[in-house]
């Protein structure tokens, strides 16, 4: 660290301010009523329900019914679908297999004022219908009319399975495929779904004529029809994936559902109420953070200077990760424990910055030089910055593991040890555990890195070289 030149400050110093106002305004460019958004903003941060307001509720099968996990799955897929019909985009829908629990959130709408939720939640859990109805014929709304509101080719239960399969096609690659097996016997002598689905590719595969998937009244798939198909199996094929294909299968499974859903627990969160206590963290948040810099600049002058540079720098890269400021991480939802996540971060930042300037106040005291004082203080304060920050970082991994989604890197490591947690508080804790998570990594880029290369560097400056600004006599 010798080597740090002059001018290494002036550009940490740049890259940090104009970090900290890329992060805090984004960037954006308009043409006309169109918006190309370029880097995310903390506008562009989404809240969780417990700061934006919105529905909890938690759906289980009927008292007795031991659901296996392809049912849950077909369950939730109904649940998303018809969120999707409601309008609700932005959901959260997890899993709890060991308890067969399904858990969904949604946050109100911007300027809703005539929500219910408690209509909402009740048709979320009614079953679904599904039908194969035959061509696609929709009318403005999206609706099915004429031809294919009138024939309904086959309807949930004359469908055994839908399971996600792959072919070999004509150029020898594999192909993903929704396969799907067809009862063979009917009901109160009525054909089976076998003969019905035979009498009905008969009659389309001579003009290529498409069946249409519905679920209740929304389009979940419209495939051709390439030939006769009489043999109780088919395939749905198309431009599908693995994930794709399971998705597809898991959406037709789900319109013979064997069990209704169970309201077992639900409540709402007003939109007043969340912002309120919003707006409270961020006004007692700015008001510390002045606070914290006021001291550490009085306490340890030009050291505590560089810290309060890289503290900002370090909030800035905090709501980076949240907002999806990095265009290769997906943004995450902050709530109120995730939030504070962020101030202990802070508190784990300014406790590194304090350590380190503690070490060359006591250094040169001792009666070292300025340069032997800083290279020994960084150097007998990385130790104990290291080790409470690794304590963090696992408690913050422990977190992330028993309360994250199922599909989350650390839900499935730590999955064996934490298999009794379910995601039921996976929306809070989860936050704050990875807002933690991030601030102490970057407590080790701004807290340590750069305060360390920033205060060699203005070190070299003739009129920064007296001891007295670094806290020696």
Not at 10 to 27: D, Q
Not at 70 to 83: G, P, T
Not at 271 to 280: E, K, V
Not at 365 to 378: E, I, M, P, V, Y
Request: proline content about 3%; charged content about 20%.
């Amino acid at each position: 660290m010798n080597k740090v030149k002059k001018p290494v400050f002036f550009v940490v110093f740049a890259l940090i301010v104009l970090f900290v106002y890329s992060v805090l305004c984004g960037f954006s460019t308009y043409y006309g009523d169109i918006t190309t958004k370029y880097i995310k903003g903390v506008s562009d941060i989404r809240m969780g329900i417990d700061i934006r307001g919105g529905v909890d509720v938690t759906f289980t099968p009927p008292e007795g019914f031991d659901a296996d996990d392809s049912q849950l799955d077909s369950a939730k897929e109904v649940i998303v679908q018809r969120m999707i019909n409601l309008g609700i985009t932005d959901y959260e829908s997890y899993i709890d297999y060991n308890n067969d629990r399904i858990i969904v959130r949604f946050p109100w709408k911007e300027g809703e004022a005539d929500f219910d939720p408690e209509s909402a939640v009740k048709e979320l859990g009614e079953t679904a219908m599904l039908t194969f109805r035959e061509g696609y014929e929709v009318d403005s709304m999206g609706l099915p009319t004429g031809v294919t509101a009138d024939t309904i080719i086959l309807e949930g239960k004359d469908v055994k399975n839908a399971y996600p399969s792959y072919i070999s096609n004509e150029a020898g690659q594999t192909q993903w495929v929704v396969a799907l097996e067809l009862s063979d016997v009917g009901e109160n002598g009525e054909k089976s779904g076998a003969e019905k689905f035979s009498d009905a590719t008969k009659r389309l595969a001579e003009e290529k004529g498409k069946i249409s998937i519905w679920m209740d009244d929304f389009c979940i798939s419209y495939p051709t029809v390439n030939e006769w198909i009489s043999g109780g199996s088919a395939t749905i094929t198309g431009d599908f994936d693995a994930d794709s294909a399971k998705a597809l299968a898991d959406k037709i499974n789900s319109g013979a559902l064997p069990f209704k859903l169970v309201t077992s627990s639900f409540s709402t969160i007003s939109p007043s109420l969340g912002m309120g206590a919003l707006d409270a963290m961020v006004l007692a948040g700015i008001i510390a953070f002045c606070i914290i810099a006021l001291y550490v600049i009085v306490i340890y002058r030009l050291p505590g200077f560089v810290a309060v540079i890289a503290l900002a720098g370090q909030v800035a890269g905090m709501l980076a990760f949240v907002s999806g400021y990095f265009s290769f991480m997906n943004s995450s939802i902050l709530t109120i424990p995730g939030i504070a996540g962020i101030i202990l971060s802070v508190g784990m930042g300014v406790d590194a910055n304090i350590i380190t300037s503690e070490r060359i106040k006591e250094e040169l005291r001792a009666g070292k030089t300025l340069d032997g004082a800083l290279n020994s203080g960084f150097k007998r304060a990385f130790a104990a910055i290291f080790d409470g920050n690794v304590t963090m970082i696992i408690i913050a991994i422990i977190l992330m593991g028993a309360f994250g989604t199922p599909d989350s890197l650390f839900a499935k490591l730590l999955h064996p040890v934490f298999f009794m947690f379910g995601p039921s508080t996976a929306g809070t804790i989860y936050s704050f555990g990875y807002n933690l998570l991030t601030g102490c990594f970057l407590n080790f880029l701004m807290g340590v890195f750069c305060s360390r290369i920033m205060l060699y560097s203005i070190s070299r400056f003739k009129a920064f070289r007296n001891p007295k600004l670094y806290g020696g006599v």
